[in-house]
């Protein structure tokens, strides 16, 4: 007899806990040094603290790279949303030529690394006399993210169920309306989802920063002009415990999000109500 689907797996769930262990496990140390008084990481521990912790308070250059990581995140999030929804529903939908080529590009950013754009644009800034600044590190954390934005939102148009935008546009709603009041409330998990995603994505990104950004600089970069003092290394473990946690519930909100079921909305919702069908 055939083994049901169903039934477990045990040595793939063994496997499932080694890779989860190799992955983690280095990153678990962070916490844990993050609340040992001792400068050095080092066993054993010791004693147990706060300070590090009251010490970011109190650091007026890291306040300032995390409300610039913040905005340049708000900005990045919007506009690659913005841009995601009709490239995904254009994608979803519709024949062009060269469809297929023409998404793979898109996606390119998904699979070259970050440093090869960060040089690429670069010296496509440096040769159009464009001053470095935050907004050129929003405009290279659009291209990293934009792809990842399109890649959320494409299950939502691909699962969608036209039938009832068919429905809104024989009761005489134009495609706008329909849109906003059918459409949108369909997809608008998917959309929440896209912006956690690539809010998270913005905010740790390291290489644009890295390349674009000028005398305002971001959250990852202050970690990593702060690495060159031994004493201040506590701190920046400190800081990277509160950077896992919040990335981690963002992300974990934006998979939840990513996997709730797209339902049309009800009729009474869409401005439709039943007795227009009889």
Known sequence: MKKSFKSKNYVLMVYAILVAVFLYLPIMFIPIFSFNSGVYVKFPLENFTFGWYIDLVNRAPLQRAFFNSVKVGIFVSILSTLLAVPAAMAIARYRMPGKK??????????VVPGIIFGVALL?????LGITLSLATVTAGHMVICLPYAIAVLLPRFEGFNRSIEEASADLGENPWW??????????FPGILACLLMTFTISFDEFFMAFFLSGTEVTLPMYIWGQLRFPSDFPSLLALATLILTFSFLLVFASLKLGQISPKAPGLDSAGLEPKDFK
């Open 101 to 110: 080529p023409i998404v793979g590009f898109m996606m390119l950013p998904l």
């Open 123 to 127: 010296s496509l800034v440096n040769r």
């Open 178 to 187: 329909t849109f906003w009041r059918v459409t949108f409330p369909t997809i």
